[in-house]
């Protein structure tokens, strides 16, 4: 089956190999010249045969917009677009919408695996038209993992039902992430465990706590034991936001994936104003002991609180 495929970046070039190994013809396009097999999207499409079939896998917002908007003017009728980026699913209706004025179909498809997916296949979770899906399906079957069809994809309702199902996962992805981090610093912070890396790879078979994740932090304590090389800053792609937001909307409580994205926040911060806060209420109510900051009033490290004649305990 021919694809054209926009956005050629980690995930689409791996995507791009991935189904030209299953012998599928696949027609990139990236701005990029090193990486693009055609020089524009008209190109893309005249290399295509009707009805084409087209997956964009491009950064969500604006850039993804922009390519639908032109692609509605480059296919025509019978053709179908399919978005595997991390679009918000609020997107999908309008997006689907202007495409079909001019007769083309439209799909949205969450796509779980990063760059690992080349070789073990995609997670994949899609939104549209029966016929559609239909159109779609040699692809799908190509990228997901092998085995039982249902095991690696999900034709999980009308248009939208795709991205707002991606974006489910990976709130759930937010919660299981920062459970095996603070798992991980409690053991760091306990004398009494000496060999954290060993514990947590002793979890990677016959635990309930085993999974793809905990092979993937397993990796990265073999590499570094210690994660001594790296910097505790977590950013987000706006997922683990937008979930929490729809939670709101319909009235579900998520504390434990509300809790994970606070702490991604708390993780930016080289100082917390919250924190100094307490400290200074902690100092006010209870004369308990605080660290001033570095300054005219004293080094770091200078404690400010009761005199030592206070006898204060609380």
Request: hydrophobic share 40%.
């Amino acid at each position: 089956m021919q694809l054209g495929l926009i956005g050629l970046g980690r995930m689409g070039g791996n995507m791009r190999d991935r189904l030209r190994a299953a012998g599928h013809e696949v027609v990139g396009f990236d701005p990029r010249p090193e990486v693009t097999d055609v020089p524009s999207l008209a190109e893309l499409a005249a290399a295509l045969e009707a009805p084409r079939v087209v997956w964009v896998m491009v950064p969500s917002g604006d850039p993804t917009r922009s390519t639908v908007r032109s692609l509605a003017e480059i296919l025509e009728p019978g053709d179908l677009v399919i978005d595997g980026g991390n679009s918000r699913y609020t997107d999908d209706g309008p997006n689907a919408e202007l495409l079909s004025a001019k007769g083309i179909g439209y799909v949205d498809c969450g796509v779980s695996g990063g760059i690992w997916g080349k070789d073990n296949g995609y997670g994949l979770m899609a939104g549209g038209a029966q016929e559609h899906i239909d159109l779609a399906m040699p692809i799908f079957d190509a990228l997901r993992p092998e085995g039982p069809r249902e095991e690696g994809f999900a034709h999980a309702g009308p248009v939208g039902a795709g991205h707002f199902s991606k974006m489910v996962h990976n709130g759930i992805e937010y919660g299981l992430m920062q459970a095996y981090a603070e798992g991980f610093e409690l053991m760091e912070a306990a004398p009494l465990v000496e060999n954290v890396p060993a514990v947590i790879q002793a979890w990677s078979r016959g635990t309930v706590v085993r999974s793809w994740l905990l092979d993937l932090l397993v990796n990265a304590l073999n590499e570094d034991p210690h994660l001594t090389e790296l910097e505790g800053y977590v950013d987000d792609s706006g997922e683990g936001r937008w979930t929490i937001e729809e939670a709101i909307t319909h009235a579900v409580p998520l504390p434990v994936i509300s809790a994970a994205l606070f702490a991604r926040f708390a993780s930016r911060q080289d100082e917390s104003p919250a924190m100094k806060a307490v400290a200074a209420l902690r100092n006010q109510f209870g004369g308990h002991a605080v660290k001033k900051s570095a300054g005219p009033a004293g080094a770091p490290g200078d404690h400010a609180g009761p005199s030592s004649g206070s006898g204060s305990t609380h």
